[in-house]
């Protein structure tokens, strides 16, 4: 990869170098999710080279959620604390070294051991990109710039099918794991040169940019006699948005640990059509991170409550991926399944980065990290049990994957009206005593 310094330089002149640090959340956003994805596209050789069950596959994508759900939090805690350069600096080179160490392993429980300290590492991925988003984007441009860094994710996702399938053809599965771990490697060197914590402190930033970035975000110092972070996060708008975030990550982490099984399984789908199969929903994932900021920020400029705005474009995606996932069951063609799945993945997709901009409007600034990884934390116990329950339902509960994609959809429903109930409130309000502490 080369870096072309003089054209960034124009970037730099034209105010716009925040635009180099959401191309660097994008490029990471896909080397994550094609990690996270590999084991997924690869499960079928793994589950034959080390003689495991669906149940225990299933097991073996938990783990990694586990372990990714408690440190999504701790992440979130580290950016604030430590500033998100370090936290990512440290997160990608373990993720990394972890990866490729997948394939080293020789049996289940070695998979399940080195899975649960990937996912330890990938813990800090999205609640530390929201903070590097806080950081260096004004909120009226908060959607957007989350919709197209994490639109890099399912853009992985996307890329991820052919490259591991191709990886794997030519070098065998357990190569293809440390050649994704290097790529991570080399976007760590990027990201120690290229990055700082805030704009502020960066040379490339001008004045004229920072004022921009820093004009609708007020609370860059937290007043004395503030709200303590505790009653942010012990709150009924805080459940609200962890339940919501749950609902919407349920499916997708059945889509990301089952869906290449489904293809091969159910479908007969070759390896060949594999590729593209699990690959081309992806694309519908990524429109609608990408589409999604754009319609979300659009929709929140012209109300005139950016809360209920955010919930709208929340919800309705919400719902409307329980629809499609509801439909699945009576498809019966390979082509009517990527299509329903695309849809799926685009909708859900649009409503994540919805809520992801949805903190802001009920969070200080100060506490993004720490709220934002605490919501991580408790959403991401859909990754524990969607993946688990799934193993579950197929090997032993009739009618396998239809159950498993309506107990998905049901769980989307719950969602959206747990959200329209709990989330009411705005932010907490601060106090305007003039004492302050240093944020990151």
């Not at 700082?196 to 860059?220: C, F, K, M, T, Y």
């Not at 709200?227 to 805080?238: E, G, L, S």
């Amino acid at each position: 990869m080369l870096i072309d310094a003089s054209h960034w330089g124009n970037n730099v002149r034209t105010g716009r170098y925040r635009l180099v640090i959401a191309a660097l959340l994008f490029a990471l956003g896909m080397i994550n999710y094609t990690d996270r994805a590999a084991v997924g596209i690869l499960a079928p050789q793994i589950q034959q080279d080390l003689h495991i069950s669906s149940s225990q596959l299933g097991w073996v994508f938990s783990a990694f959620f586990f372990s990714y759900a408690i440190f999504s939090f701790l992440g979130g805690y580290l950016s604030d604390r430590l500033g998100p350069k370090r936290t990512f600096s440290a997160a990608v080179a373990s993720w990394s070294v972890f990866c490729a160490a997948t394939g080293a392993v020789f049996s289940l429980w070695p998979l399940i051991s080195v899975r649960l300290l990937f996912g330890a590492s990938e813990g800090p991925m999205n609640s530390t990109t929201n903070r590097m988003v806080t950081n260096w984007f004004p909120r009226k441009e908060t959607a957007r710039a989350l919709g197209f860094t994490l639109s890099g994710q399912n853009l992985g996702s996307a890329v991820a099918a052919p490259l591991v399938i191709f990886l794997s053809y030519f070098c065998g599965w357990r190569m293809a794991f440390i050649c994704l771990g290097a790529i991570g490697a080399i976007w760590c060197v990027l990201w120690l040169i290229f990055a700082s914590d805030r704009p502020a402190e960066n040379r490339h930033v001008s004045a004229q940019e920072l004022a921009h970035i820093i004009s609708d975000r007020s609370e860059g110092m937290l007043p004395k006699g503030s709200a303590p972070v505790q009653n942010y996060i012990f709150r009924k708008t805080t459940l609200g948005l962890a339940l919501g975030l749950f609902s919407l990550l349920y499916p997708l982490y059945i889509f990301v640990s089952w869906m290449p099984s489904y293809f091969t399984n159910v479908m007969h789908v070759t390896q060949a059509g594999l590729s593209l199969a699990a690959g081309i929903p992806w694309v519908g994932g990524f429109l609608g991170y990408f589409l999604g900021g754009f319609i979300s920020d659009l929709y929140f400029k012209r109300s005139t409550n950016g809360l209920i705005a955010r919930k709208i474009t929340t919800i309705i995606p919400l719902v409307f991926a329980a629809l499609t996932l509801c439909l699945t069951p009576y498809i019966h063609s390979v082509t009517g399944d990527v299509m329903l799945f695309t849809l799926s993945l685009f909708a859900i997709s649009m409503g994540i980065q919805s809520l992801w901009a949805m903190i802001h409007e009920v969070t200080p600034v100060i506490y993004m990290g720490t709220v934002g990884g605490f919501i991580h934390f408790l959403a991401n116990m859909s990754g524990v049990i969607a993946p688990a329950l799934t193993g579950y339902v197929i090997e032993h509960v009739e009618g396998g994957y239809t159950s498993a994609f309506w107990i998905a959809a049901g769980i989307g429903i719950f969602g959206a009206l747990i959200m329209l109930i709990l989330i009411q409130n705005k932010r907490i309000a601060l106090h305007a005593n003039t004492s302050s502490t240093q944020i990151y």
